[in-house]
């Protein structure tokens, strides 16, 4: 039962915090007029780096919590972005905005690779996948909380009162985090839970050594290359989306939002779904979990490469449904990536350092996000101010990235049986 209502609290977190990245954004215009910025790109340029600098900070955190408590961890940096987004309301300028949103990102730079590190150590190995899988709906999710609080209250309230819902939520989070109890480390793995406590003193401290095993583990180096990969394909999928829809196929922005509540509220359930039956095949195949993120993937992008492709076609109303079905399809799939490589990373790596491992991951993905942005804003001017064409090659570019799953299957056998034997 405690377990239970530990693992109900970091979904929790994970809720709010991920509500900080999507918040902003969609008040671009509003806070444009309110902090006499020159333009709404200003919002973008502040987005991306609050990006970034999360990415970066979460490395830090992970090695601090490969060393001591990570729920102390979590309630610093909750209680840290929780009290900044609140100072945030206060901002004048784009400074202001910008400074603040820095620090804030430094504290969100936490939530993701420690709450992933306490997840893998909650529970059990042949059940990763349908947990990862929940966590992956419940990002969604708290990115959608994020956007439906701004576009739905900026008409009627003023741009602070998202921020000021989003801050209290991060504060009741951190003041549940103290009712959190912390696994032990690689308790419910095979080869860990026979660890003595001396033994688990020496083990759990960080140091070069335990870096440096990063390294040899091939398997986990293939994962984190291909997410890369994998997010400077379809990283900007979904953020130019409703602008793709409505400059392409001339939908009105209601009904381009619409359509982006359709098409990726589809991986709020997929998460769980491809979890749990890579969870199932897991039992019986090592590579069990990867291989339905291959397929995934490959008919994923076949998905968007046709639904995208429409546009050559027609950009008529009725073309624009027809292209719904195959994102709502493709965004499904993918949806069911995350947690399985999630899953995967967390069984191929020693319990003592995960949490560096899942915060290099989130480096890799932002990273290759980042890189997608700026990819798809060259394609758009390249093709006449059209986005279909871009998303057609960055489908396509996800279609290759299907190459890095080979040497993943030749590795990740060899990998768990040198860590289920106590080699690592």
């Not at 509500?19 to 954004?25: G, H």
């Not at 993918?334 to 991951?361: C, H, K, M």
Request: with cysteine; hydrophobic share 50%; proline share 3%.
């Amino acid at each position: 039962m405690k377990k239970l209502s530990s693992l109900k609290i970091l979904i929790l977190l994970t809720f709010f915090s991920s509500a900080l990245f999507s918040v902003i954004t969609p008040m671009a215009k509003e806070l444009s007029i309110a902090l006499a910025l020159e333009s709404e790109e200003a919002i973008s340029t502040i987005n991306s780096i609050f990006l970034m600098v999360a990415a970066i900070s979460s490395i830090f955190w992970a090695l601090l919590g490969d060393k001591i408590s990570r729920k102390i961890l979590l309630i610093i940096a909750t209680f840290e972005w929780s009290i900044l987004i609140m100072l945030t309301t206060i901002a004048f300028d784009f400074f202001s905005l910008l400074l603040f949103q820095i620090f804030t990102a430094i504290g969100f730079g936490a939530a993701l690779p420690l709450v992933f590190s306490l997840t893998v150590d909650f529970v059990e190995p042949e059940k990763r996948g349908k947990e990862f899988g929940l966590l992956s709906a419940i990002y969604v999710l708290g990115n959608g909380l994020g956007q439906v609080l701004s576009g739905f209250l900026i008409d009627a309230y003023p741009w602070q009162t998202p921020l000021i819902i989003v801050s209290v939520g991060g504060f009741i989070c951190a003041g549940l985090l103290f009712f959190v109890n912390e696994p032990r480390r690689g308790g419910l793995d095979k080869v860990y839970n026979q660890l003595d406590k001396e033994q688990e003193k020496i083990d759990y401290k960080i140091r070069i050594e335990d870096i440096k095993k990063i390294g040899k583990i091939k398997s986990t180096i293939w994962i984190l290359l291909f997410n890369f990969a994998m997010f400077i394909a379809i990283g900007s999928i979904s953020s130019f989306f409703i602008s793709m829809l409505k400059n392409d196929y001339l939908l009105s922005s209601t009904l381009a939002t619409i359509f982006l509540i359709v098409v990726f509220g589809s991986q709020v359930p997929s998460g769980p779904i491809f979890g749990k039956l890579g969870d199932k095949l897991h039992i019986k195949d090592i590579n069990g979990r990867m291989k339905i993120a291959l397929i995934c993937l490959s008919c994923g992008s076949i998905l968007y490469i046709i639904g995208f492709s429409l546009f050559f076609i027609s950009t008529s109303l009725i073309s624009a449904f027809i292209f719904l079905i195959f994102a709502f399809s493709g965004a499904f799939l993918f949806g069911g990536i995350d947690p399985l490589t999630q899953a995967t990373l967390g069984e191929v790596n020693p319990p003592q350092i995960r949490s560096t491992i899942y915060s290099i991951n989130y480096l890799a993905y932002s990273f290759g996000r980042s890189i997608s942005l700026i990819l798809l804003g060259q394609f758009f001017l390249t093709f006449n101010n059209y986005y279909s064409p871009g998303y057609v090659l960055l489908a396509i570019l996800a279609l290759i990235c299907s190459l890095f799953c080979i040497p993943i299957f030749k590795n990740l056998s060899k990998d768990m049986e040198r860590i289920n034997s106590g080699k690592s």
